[in-house]
């Protein structure tokens, strides 16, 4: 969509690779900010861009032209359901912040972190005047006290476990280089995360190029990140990465464990490991970067943290609009 000549905010819709859903086929609409191509255009044979301006942003006339329009393509490709904002899957961007209550009694401690949804609040409501309604929230949490300790040791049953960080590994590349582990990495990812919502399972060539990429494993901060083994089997580990260039604060974005009773208390290790680490390295806080509500992840980081900022998943059965 162009408006008196300028190009405006762009989406991004997806109908291909994206999350199985029972009895439809779900799309997805991504990409709800930013400049691109002045038209909807075909890229890559799965997507299609479109632009609005971002200041149309606010304006729920036009911003809900656009998202109805993306809507009807998704629904012309079959799809009975969308996803918005989600790049497609899980594996990509999705989700937008919440606004923060203007009630709220201390302002807000952290603008904004590497790695945190770009999507702003101003989009909650266009969507939702398109008939879209909150289908998952996320939260994350600040924790200023690193020296929190919820019990003394590990538990007998992991003691053996050896719990490196990335960097041991490889003295000179992080964890992306290490090409031997990455069937490990996808492995456990892939069952520690498969009960999650709209989780899409991706083939081992496609989750290593994937990860490889900025923005996926490459980016992370392999003397910050762990890695738990029990002999040679990758049993757990924790991602994280500085929140930006300043080195006061750390993002912790992926916490994952084995399934079952032998790993039971690990997250809490590595979690801990993590915060002790990141004290001797300078950072005076560390953030539990999007948790999904209601999860393990969340009830963890409730012991050590406070809550941050909150997010959402939106979405809507695709057919006529409310009213229409």
Do not use: K
Not at 16 to 32: D, E, F, Q, S, W
Not at 56 to 81: K, M, N, V, Y
Not at 205 to 223: E, K, M, V, W, Y
Not at 226 to 234: K, T, V
């Amino acid at each position: 969509m162009v408006v008196d000549g300028r190009e405006r905010a762009r989406c991004t819709i997806w109908w291909n690779h994206t999350p199985t859903i029972a009895g439809g086929r779900l799309g997805t609409i991504g990409a709800l900010s930013g400049r691109g191509p002045s038209a909807f255009q075909p890229t890559g044979g799965d997507a299609v861009a479109a632009d609005l301006s971002t200041d149309f942003a606010t304006d729920l006339t036009a911003a809900r032209t656009l998202l109805d329009h993306a809507c009807r393509r998704l629904e012309t490709q079959g799809c009975t359901q969308v996803l918005a904002p989600m790049n497609g899957s899980s594996w990509q961007p999705y989700r937008c912040r919440e606004p923060i209550s203007p009630a709220a009694a201390a302002p807000d401690p952290l603008a904004g972190f590497a790695g945190e949804p770009l999507p702003g609040p101003e989009w909650i409501a266009p969507l939702s005047r398109c008939g879209f309604r909150v289908q998952q929230r996320y939260h994350s949490f600040l924790c200023n006290d690193l020296t929190q300790r919820r019990r003394r040791g590990r538990p007998t049953r992991l003691e053996t476990l050896r719990i490196c960080r990335a960097s041991e590994l490889d003295a000179t590349a992080g964890l992306a280089q290490v090409q031997a582990l990455l069937p490990q990495v996808h492995g456990l990812l892939h069952r520690a995360f498969q009960r999650q919502p709209w989780f899409l399972p991706l083939p081992l060539d496609t989750f290593c190029r994937l990860q490889l990429q900025s923005g996926g494993l490459a980016s992370i901060d392999p003397h910050s990140s762990l890695l738990a083994f029990a002999g040679e089997q990758l049993v757990g580990l924790l991602l994280a990465h500085p929140a930006d260039a300043s080195g006061t604060t750390l993002v912790i974005r992926t916490l994952a464990v084995l399934p079952g009773r032998p790993w039971a208390g690990l997250g809490r290790l590595l979690l801990e490991q993590a915060h002790a680490a990141a004290q001797q390295r300078g950072f005076r806080q560390v953030v539990h970067a999007l948790m999904l509500e209601n999860g393990a992840g969340q009830a963890l980081s409730r012991h050590y943290a406070r809550p941050l900022r909150s997010y959402v998943l939106l979405g809507r059965r695709l057919g006529p609009g409310p009213g229409e």
